[in-house]
């Protein structure tokens, strides 16, 4: 992919330690587009038109566009993580643990482009490997709030 960032290649659970507090990796720029969240749509069965009716939401809503679901930008946050960290070292498998917190501040325009900010909340050993906690920011290009921020759980197996 032309102008795609490396995932910061994170070797060691020292290492992540290290960053704790900090950002530890940005994506690249994804775009959502309309068929995205048409298809979105259908999978959840969430079509509210603010959705899907492109020409009721240039006239009716307060955005001029369709939007993408919140639960849509948040579902992207697995795709982000990995274009923005790569964790290496012992570990055979990470797993989506859960969510602390999310918040939907701004909404996502259809045809903008999203990335994703992580740094490193806490870390804490569990049986077989390690919670993470990342700080997530989702930024959409243009927009002068986060489109989503999270507190992300993730689990890390030996």
Same mark, same amino acid.
């Given at each position: 992919?032309?102008?795609?960032?490396?995932?910061?290649?994170?070797?060691?659970?020292?290492?992540?330690?290290?960053?704790?507090?900090?950002?530890? +990796?940005?994506?690249?720029? !994804?775009?959502?587009?309309?068929?995205?969240?048409?298809?979105?749509?259908?999978?959840?069965?969430?079509?509210?038109?603010?959705?899907?009716?492109?020409?009721?939401?240039?006239?009716?809503?307060? !955005?001029?566009?369709?939007?993408?679901?919140?639960?849509?930008?948040?579902?992207?946050?697995?795709?982000?993580?990995?274009?923005?960290?790569?964790?290496?070292?012992?570990?055979?498998?990470?797993?989506? !643990?859960?969510?602390?917190?999310?918040?939907?501040?701004?909404?996502?325009?259809?045809?903008?482009?999203i990335r994703g900010r992580f740094s490193?909340?806490?870390?804490?050993?569990?049986?077989? +490997?390690?919670?993470?906690?990342?700080?997530?920011?989702?930024?959409?290009?243009?927009?002068?709030?986060?489109?989503?921020?999270?507190?992300?759980?993730?689990?890390a197996y030996y």
């Amino acid at each position: 992919m032309k102008g795609h960032m490396p995932a910061r290649i994170i070797g060691s659970l020292e290492e992540l330690r290290s960053l704790s507090g900090q950002e530890a +990796g940005v994506s690249d720029w !994804y775009p959502i587009n309309q068929n995205q969240i048409n298809q979105f749509a259908e999978t959840t069965e969430d079509r509210q038109w603010i959705h899907l009716d492109v020409e009721r939401a240039k006239a009716e809503s307060p !955005y001029g566009s369709t939007i993408a679901h919140g639960f849509l930008t948040l579902s992207m946050l697995s795709h982000l993580s990995r274009e923005a960290v790569d964790l290496r070292g012992d570990f055979k498998m990470r797993i989506n !643990y859960g969510l602390n917190r999310v918040r939907f501040p701004a909404a996502v325009l259809s045809g903008a482009r999203i990335r994703g900010r992580f740094s490193v909340g806490a870390i804490e050993e569990i049986t077989g +490997g390690i919670q993470i906690i990342w700080n997530v920011t989702v930024e959409a290009e243009g927009s002068d709030k986060p489109v989503c921020a999270a507190e992300w759980v993730v689990r890390a197996y030996y």
